[in-house]
């Protein structure tokens, strides 16, 4: 009986020791707020945040801009928003024009807690959603233009398993498609270029609760044997799941009130 229990810490032990030793999973971590999950991402000016409330009572969340420009003013207007009790609702916030390509966060705040996340773009990896459905598929198109003009690492590995912060949140990742280089076109006589991408698949998990977050990564390497395997890290996208128990109510497509260009103060 002793021996089950010391095995069973063991393995508990390992598993937050991966968990904090893994910067992408510390990431998801980082995006949680009490009972409520977050991440946000970018569609052209616009940051959509979602917020996934699994526990039975509502709660009242401000969304701001973290970081400035460099006249020291928001990125975008901070909006209360009031979450309904399970339920995962998107949010939409106009950038202003004064927003020229910094790295994006959004602050995310009750009266007693705080959490900062990270606005997600699609340079590298495009997914076919952020929030998905549980048991869903999901695809991933990864833009490989930053390997092949990589001149110091000759390989690029995919995490076999994406990872949640629980165990049974994780599952495997299948490479569908690996496309790149050159080919002939016989009909037009001419050479062609094919730019370089990957399509991952991975069907989501079905959450312990009602909500989970999950990620993988790449890692570029060459035939160094002192490969560093966090060093090469590229982290993927931070992806949301939710159950079916949970309501689903997409606000981002209501008319907001427009974040000020700043410009005419």
């Known amino acids: 009986m002793r021996r089950i229990v010391f095995l069973q810490s063991l393995a508990i032990f390992v598993l937050m020791v ?3 030793a893994s910067p992408s999973l510390a ?3 980082d995006g949680y707020i009490g009972d409520v999950a977050i991440v946000a991402w970018l569609e052209g000016d616009t940051v959509k945040v979602a917020l996934a409330n699994e ?3 509502r709660k009242s969340i401000t969304i701001a801009a973290e970081g400035w420009d460099q006249r020291w003013r928001p990125f975008f207007l901070d909006r209360t928003v009031v979450l309904p009790a399970r339920t995962v609702s998107i949010e939409a916030f106009t ?7 910094e790295p994006l966060a959004i602050e995310a705040t009750t009266w007693d807690r705080r959490a900062v996340v990270e606005v997600q773009t699609q340079e590298i990896f495009r997914p076919n959603g952020y929030v998905v459905p549980s048991n869903s598929d999901v695809e991933v198109r990864v833009d ?9 690492n000759a390989y690029l590995m995919v995490d076999e398993y994406y990872q949640g912060l629980s165990p049974g949140d994780g599952g495997p990742i299948r490479v569908r498609v690996v496309e790149g280089g050159l080919t002939y076109s016989t009909s037009r006589r001419r050479v062609e270029k094919i730019e370089p991408s990957m399509i991952l698949s991975m069907r989501a998990p079905q959450p312990r609760n009602e909500v989970a977050v999950f990620t993988f990564s790449l890692y ?3 035939d160094d044997a002192r490969w560093n395997y966090y060093q090469d890290e590229i982290p993927g996208p931070t992806i949301l799941v939710y159950g079916r128990n949970l309501a689903f109510q997409d606000n981002s497509h209501l008319s907001q009130r427009p974040s000020p260009s700043w410009d005419r103060f």
């Open 18 to 20: 991966l968990v904090v």
């Open 27 to 29: 990431a998801l971590r």
């Open 55 to 57: 526990s039975t009572t």
């Open 95 to 101: 950038l202003s024009s004064t927003w020229r390509g």
């Open 144 to 152: 490989l233009e930053f390997f092949a003009t990589d001149s110091d």
């Open 220 to 222: 570029k390497y060459g």
